[in-house]
């Protein structure tokens, strides 16, 4: 068994290092899991980067070399292994991750930043092709198409992004787009890019029905939507760029996942499980790029460690306390939590007991835990355990809690 880390990240793409810099940095004993042998994720797969703010041109690749950079100078811990379950142990504030290695590893906190893997859209022929002219990945695979033919499937940011990058190496592009002619997915800068490319043409209304080849591939049927007609079109080589899924499997039963698998967080992007936050593609979310999955990183980093901090001071100042403990759920922002603080105060000073106080404006964990639902809500407790309870009190009924 291992020793408790305070956060353990699992995923080492942009959400991932990002979350890395924010808890190491915040002298957080961080350990990083990233399943395959290069961290970065997918944007370290990604050709050209241009809308990171602050880099007005990078490889994905460097980007995300910086990024590790980043981590390793404020002494993050990396290891390569895949993630296979989370659990809690008794109470629930060690986590416990599983790895593939068949290694138990514990944290007072986890941060998933699994992100997401290629759709495989299921094709005839695509499984059977894959890496023998079928690709999901412009920067591994270009240059294996050097001064070839290939069929780029999609019409989103990403296809039209990889096509237009692809164009560097090989001969032709033809992009099969689902929609009606002159209409892509993609934003307006990448669309004009693409249009204004004459390596660059368009199979409208149209999907791939099957992937064709001997040893690779030499071709397409290309079915048009409209009349239902199959056109044979030849290529050395075909690029899926049609969105992705969650790598959230070894989630299943644990924590809540929304519609397509992707976590569920909320604005401090934890999740239902509490202590475990999510960062990045894998999150239930509107925007999936660098450096919102940056951003996430941070946020889920400040909150992984403020989550530590109220429940180390709750265990040691309540629960393991050894008198008893008076407990008043508030908020700054309430006027009767804030016009009872006096008479809390006398209260415990006259009998003697330590005062303890749970902002729940800033939290609500452990006052759920607890079904607080009104503010101010004062406990008294003892041996750990609630004794005696008052839902908004008044000040003169704070006495009978003794
Ligand atoms: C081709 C392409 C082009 C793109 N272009 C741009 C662009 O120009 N600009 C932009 O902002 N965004 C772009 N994006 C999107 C951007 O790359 C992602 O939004 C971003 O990389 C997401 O980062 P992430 O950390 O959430 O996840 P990922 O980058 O997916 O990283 C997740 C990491 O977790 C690891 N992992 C998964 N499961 C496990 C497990 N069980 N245990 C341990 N490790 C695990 C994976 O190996 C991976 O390294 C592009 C994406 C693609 C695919």
């Excluded at 961290?39 to 007005?56: D, V």
């Excluded at 290695?101 to 759709?119: H, M, Q």
């Excluded at 368009?202 to 397409?220: A, P, Q």
Aim: contains cysteine.
């Amino acid at each position: 068994m291992s020793e408790v880390y305070d956060v353990i990240i699992v995923g080492g793409g942009a959400g991932g290092l990002s979350a890395g810099v924010y808890c190491a940095r915040g002298k957080m004993k961080t350990l990083l899991l990233e399943a395959s042998s290069n961290t970065g994720g997918q944007c370290a797969k990604t050709s050209e980067l241009e809308n990171y703010p602050g880099i007005i041109e990078s490889t994905g690749p460097a980007l995300m070399d910086r990024f590790r950079a980043h981590c390793e100078k404020f002494g993050v811990e990396f290891k390569r292994d895949m993630v296979t379950g989370l659990s809690t142990e008794e109470g629930g504030f060690i986590k416990r991750i599983e790895t593939r290695s068949g290694e138990t590893l514990l944290a007072k906190s986890v941060i998933i930043g699994t992100g997401a893997n290629p759709r495989v859209l299921g094709i005839k022929g695509e499984k059977e092709f894959t890496a023998k002219g079928v690709s999901y990945c412009a920067t591994c695979d270009a240059d294996f198409y050097e001064d070839l033919d290939i069929v780029v499937v999609g019409s989103g940011n990403t296809a039209v992004e990889e096509s237009v990058f692809l164009t560097k190496f090989v001969n032709s592009v033809k992009m099969i787009v689902l929609h009606d002619e002159g209409v892509l997915d993609a934003d307006r800068t990448a669309q004009e890019q693409a249009f204004a490319n004459d390596k660059i043409s368009f199979i409208w209304n149209s999907c791939v029905d099957e992937i064709c080849g001997e040893e690779l591939v030499n071709g397409v049927k290309v079915k048009n939507l409209k009349t239902g007609e199959i056109t044979d079109v030849e290529c050395d080589g075909v690029f899926m760029f049609v969105g992705t899924v969650p790598n959230t499997g070894f989630l299943e039963g644990t924590i809540e996942l929304a519609k397509g698998g992707y976590i569920k967080v909320d604005e401090k992007q934890e999740t239902s499980m509490p202590g475990v936050f999510g960062a990045g593609d894998v999150c239930d979310k509107f925007l999936r790029q660098v450096v919102t999955a940056a951003g996430d990183g941070a946020v889920a980093a400040v909150a992984a460690e403020r989550y530590i901090q109220e429940e180390e001071h709750w265990a040691e100042s309540v629960l393991e306390a050894e008198n008893d403990t008076l407990v008043a759920f508030w908020s700054p922002v309430d006027q009767k939590s804030l016009e009872l603080m006096p008479s809390l105060e006398k209260v415990a000073a006259d009998k003697g007991v330590k005062l303890v106080t749970v902002d729940t404006y800033k939290s609500q964990n452990i006052a759920g835990r607890y079904e607080v639902k009104e503010i101010p809500t004062v406990v008294r407790f003892s041996n750990g355990e609630p004794a005696k309870r008052l839902d908004t009190p008044e000040a003169d009924q704070l006495e009978s809690l003794f």
